[in-house]
């Protein structure tokens, strides 16, 4: 059974920095293609980063420079790192593997 935990939301300053984390089990994270979301409220839920099974990286235009997705194999987890963030970054954000979701961590920029 697949299953995807994120963690590492919070409140943080504009200009500020977070990491998110997804614990993945039921699936070894390192062989496929995993993926960030996020969804603001009143909008559509849309691609933040995707990291293939062979280490290529893609970024929504919005988030390129200032986030990155990686992934630790050995912990089996896939990470967002957040620079740099934007009022619009609000968001709960998701990670994703084929259509299994994780639960969704909060993540809000205010001043």
């Known amino acids: 059974q697949v299953r995807l935990v994120e963690s590492g939301g919070g409140l943080v300053q504009p200009g500020g920095s977070l990491r998110l984390s997804c614990v993945a089990s039921?699936?070894?994270?390192?062989?496929?293609?995993m993926h960030w979301y996020r969804q603001a409220p009143g909008k559509e839920r849309e691609s933040v980063a995707t990291i293939t099974s062979d280490s290529r990286t893609n970024y929504a235009d919005s988030v390129k420079g200032r986030f990155t997705i990686s992934r630790d194999n050995a912990k089996n987890t896939l990470y967002l790192q957040m620079s740099s963030l934007q009022f619009e970054d609000t968001a709960v954000y998701y990670c994703?593997?084929?259509?299994?979701w994780g639960q969704g961590t909060q993540v809000t920029v205010a001043s």
């Open positions: 994703s593997y084929r259509h299994y």
């Open positions: 039921g699936i070894i994270a390192g062989l496929v293609d």
